[in-house]
Structure formats: structure tokens, C-alpha cells
């Protein structure tokens, strides 16, 4: 009994020695991989740490720095939060779950939190729960054609701004306006987008679009088209006869086009862990006012043979049809869908943005995958792929709207944001799109550039 009573004690002591051992290691080396800003293995190794029971004030703050150093908010927040759990009174750790709120745009909690510290602190972090204008963006660019013959180059341009009301709601409004010439004339579009979102707690959001726009176009168009007609055999009087029919149709458009149109979008966002969910669904109804004159110029050139051996005989036939287009007229379509987006790896996201359009004559299903990198703090990609038929097409919530009928054989978007400092980033756009214009139905390509400037006052 004496030598169990001599035993358990120097177990313990040997036990705590080695936990002691093992205390000194873990934070001797987190600390190391803290100050060489190894924010991937500080991550790795912390969490892994964590997961053994380590649990402690400096430990935590230097996992969730790692964290949030890689944009990894959600991990960020969490050890923050144990953090303060260690130690209450920290302003240290409550500033970065702040922000660690603040850029989950839980903003209501975020709130919490700014209020809980100094006033000191407040002043120098710069941030207003309620901000006239958030943040003011400009763009501007070309797309640059390359058959001219079927239309020519397009200038394009937006301005927006964002506008922080109260912590759980914002809107955001741009305008936009476009200009091109094309084989059949030239076109000018007004457009006006205007977003009221509000955050409902508990990772809920809920956003309806607005977009308005006027379209008008000068059609002065002269074509022409050459095709196979008719193609028989037929015996009379003992002869053998073949005769064949080539149609060419000459066409004038002469008049004006006026197109006012406005789409309806309710967006219902709903965020779990690395997972985002975006179902939504829009009205969009066009009022079209037509006001021109098609003039079609029919020649039928008629070859007939008799066969074998005859020569063949050439006649000609004529006829002229005139149209007024002055019939006002409504063009309506749904759509609605789900965009979903995944969190796989630390800086990349995900998703698709999959649409399903309705139209009394037609139904459509559209899959739009995309995919967003960030490069440390300062840099980011975001790409993605879009094609669609004669239909008006919603993308990413309403922010962006294909109004234009002309068939989309394809469209690459490649957009990279570089922040300058905290107040300013820089956005550069290419796209390349094929198009087939749905008047002439000519084929050509655009080449897209468009620099953006992000401003918060």
C-alpha cells in the first residue's frame, strides 16, 4: 500500500511533465509560424492542436488570425469567439471577430461586437453602421467587333452605388448605357438596375431586382439572300423535264424600333457552412413599338431542261411584298432557378447558376457554372461561362441581365480586382463572346475590355 502511495504521485508528476512539454511545444511553434505569417500550415497545425484539447487565450488568437488572414471567416469567428472565452476583456480578439462578422455580412452581430469596445478603438476602425453611400463604382469599356460588316464595335458604360441604410439593410442602383452600329442601322440603351436587400439573421437573406431599360433603334437595312427553290421532274409528249428554281429576295427596312421593358426579381439566399443557396425567380415583360416599313423584292430564276440532250431554257419571275410594322406588342417570359455555390478548398469558390426560362411558345433550361479565386488579401478572379437562344436571360441574383434577343453561340467572362488600399479597388474585365444577330443573322465575335474603380468615400 505504502509502495501504490509512492507510485500514483510520481505518475502524475511525470504526466504533468510531459502535458507541460507538450504546452511549451505547441505554443512555441504556433507562435514561430505567427511571426514568419505562415497563415496555411499556422491553420493546419493550430486546429489540429485544438482538436487535441489545447485551449488556450494566445493560441486561439493565433489560429483565428491564420484564419482569417486565408478569408476563412467562418473558422476565423469560431476561434475568436473561444478566444473571448478565455479571456472576456480582450479588445484584441472583439476587433477581429468584428470584422470577422463584418465581412460575413452578419452585420447585425457585427454590431454587437463595435459596440462593446472603447471609443478609442471605434475611431480608428473607420466603420459607420449606417453609410449614405457605402461605396460608389465606375466602368467603363469597349467591345470590339470583328466582322464590321455585320456590326460594329460597342461602347458601354455604368455607374453604381451602394447605399448602407441600416445594419440589416442596404440597396444597391446603377445606371448603364450602350451604344453600336450594326448592317441594319444603330441602337442606344438606356438601363436602370436598383437592388434593395435586406439580412433576416441566421445566414437569411432576401433581395429583389429591379431592371428597367429603353431600347431604341434606327433600322436603314438593305439585304439580300440567294437560295435553292423548287426542284421537279415531270414527262410530257413523251420528253423527260427538270426543272429547278433559284429564289433571291432583296429586303429594305426602313423605319424605327422602341423597346421598354421591365424585369421583376425575388432572390431568397440562405448560407450553411462552406454551402451557399440562391433560389430565385422574375417576371420580365417587353412593351415593343415597331415603326417601320419591310420591303421584300422576290426574282425566281427558272431553269428548265429537257432531257437528254435539249439546251436548257432560262425564264424570270417577279414580285414585290411591302409590310408596315406599327403593332404595338407585349412580349412576357419566367424564369426561375437556383444559384448554389461551394467553399472547396480555402480560396476558391464554386458554382453554378442553373435557370429554367418559360415562354408560351418555348421552355429552356440554362446552367451557368462559375468560379471565384482569391490570391492573398489584394487579389481576386472571377470567371465564368454563359450561352442562350432568342430569350432574355437573369444572371447572379439580377445583378447582371442579357436583354438583348440576338442568339449567344457563347460568352467567356474573366474579371480580376486588385485592391489598391481600403478604400479603393481596381476591376479589369475581358469577355469574348460569338453572337448571331437575330435581324440579319450574321455571325461575329466581340472582344470585350472594361475597367472598373471601386470608391468608399
Same mark, same amino acid.
Given at each position: ?17 510531459? %502535458?507541460?512539454?507538450?504546452?511549451? /511545444?505547441v ?23 485544438? /482538436? ?7 493560441l486561439?488568437?493565433?489560429i ?16 475568436? =469567439?473561444?478566444? $473571448?472565452q ?23 452581430e ?28 465606375? =466602368? ?54 436598383? !437592388? ?70 425575388l432572390?431568397? #439566399?440562405?448560407?450553411?457552412?462552406d ?26 430564276? !427558272? ?16 414580285n ?11 412580349y ?8 448554389? #455555390?461551394i ?8 458554382? %453554378? ?19 471565384? $479565386? ?28 442579357? #436583354? ?8 467567356? #467572362? ?10 479603393? =479597388? ?32
Amino acid at each position: 500500500m505504502h509502495r501504490i502511495k509512492f507510485i500514483l504521485p510520481l505518475l502524475l508528476l511525470v504526466t504533468n511533465l510531459f %502535458a507541460q512539454d507538450s504546452y511549451q /511545444e505547441v505554443d512555441s511553434k504556433s507562435y514561430q509560424l505567427y511571426t514568419e505569417k505562415n497563415w496555411q500550415e499556422l491553420s493546419q497545425y493550430g486546429k489540429a492542436a485544438s /482538436e487535441k484539447g489545447y485551449d488556450y487565450y494566445y493560441l486561439n488568437v493565433r489560429i483565428g488570425i491564420a484564419f482569417f488572414e486565408l478569408k476563412d471567416f467562418e473558422n476565423a469567428k469560431s476561434y475568436f =469567439e473561444k478566444a $473571448l472565452q478565455n479571456s472576456s476583456a480582450s479588445t484584441y480578439a472583439k476587433e477581429y471577430l468584428f470584422w470577422s462578422y463584418y465581412n460575413l455580412e452578419e452585420e447585425i452581430e457585427a454590431q454587437k461586437i463595435y459596440q462593446s469596445l472603447p471609443d478609442s478603438i471605434q475611431k480608428r476602425m473607420d466603420y459607420h453602421p449606417s453609410r449614405i453611400i457605402d461605396y460608389i463604382y465606375v =466602368e467603363g469599356g469597349m467591345k470590339k467587333s470583328n466582322n464590321k460588316v455585320a456590326a460594329d464595335n460597342l461602347f458601354y458604360g455604368r455607374v453604381g452605388f451602394k447605399h448602407q441604410f441600416l445594419p440589416r439593410f442596404h440597396i444597391y442602383h446603377e445606371y448603364s448605357y450602350m451604344e453600336q452600329k450594326a448592317i441594319w442601322g444603330e441602337m442606344k440603351q438606356h438601363q436602370y438596375l436598383f !437592388i434593395p436587400s435586406i439580412n433576416l439573421g441566421k445566414k437569411w437573406n432576401i433581395s429583389v431586382a429591379f431592371n428597367g431599360s429603353n431600347y431604341k433603334s434606327q433600322l436603314n437595312y438593305i439585304d439580300s439572300t440567294k437560295k435553292q427553290g423548287s426542284h421537279y421532274q415531270y414527262s410530257s409528249g413523251g420528253s423527260n423535264y427538270v426543272v429547278d428554281t433559284v429564289i433571291t429576295s432583296h429586303y429594305l427596312f426602313r423605319g424605327g424600333y422602341e423597346q421598354n421593358s421591365v424585369l421583376a426579381q425575388l432572390n431568397i #439566399n440562405k448560407r450553411i457552412k462552406d454551402w451557399s443557396f440562391t433560389s430565385h425567380f422574375n417576371i420580365y415583360q417587353a412593351f415593343e413599338n415597331p415603326n417601320y416599313t419591310r420591303i421584300v423584292d422576290y426574282s425566281y430564276n !427558272i431553269r428548265e431542261v429537257v432531257m437528254p440532250f435539249s439546251p436548257p431554257t432560262f425564264s424570270q419571275q417577279s414580285n414585290s411584298d411591302t409590310m408596315l410594322f406599327n403593332k404595338n406588342n407585349i412580349y412576357r417570359q419566367l424564369q426561375y432557378g437556383l444559384d448554389f #455555390n461551394i467553399k472547396p478548398i480555402k480560396n476558391i469558390i464554386l458554382g %453554378a447558376d442553373i435557370n429554367y426560362i418559360y415562354h408560351s411558345d418555348f421552355s429552356k433550361l440554362n446552367i451557368i457554372p462559375y468560379i471565384r $479565386l482569391y490570391i492573398g488579401n489584394s487579389f481576386s478572379l472571377f470567371a465564368y461561362y454563359v450561352q442562350k437562344g432568342n430569350y432574355v436571360l437573369s444572371l447572379f441574383e439580377g445583378t447582371q441581365f442579357l #436583354n438583348s434577343f440576338d442568339e449567344l453561340k457563347h460568352k467567356v #467572362n474573366l474579371t480580376g480586382m486588385v485592391r489598391i488600399s481600403s478604400k479603393v =479597388e481596381l476591376y479589369t474585365t475581358f469577355q469574348n463572346g460569338k453572337i448571331i444577330d437575330n435581324l440579319s443573322l450574321r455571325e461575329y465575335q466581340l472582344n470585350s475590355l472594361f475597367i472598373g474603380v471601386k470608391f468608399r468615400p
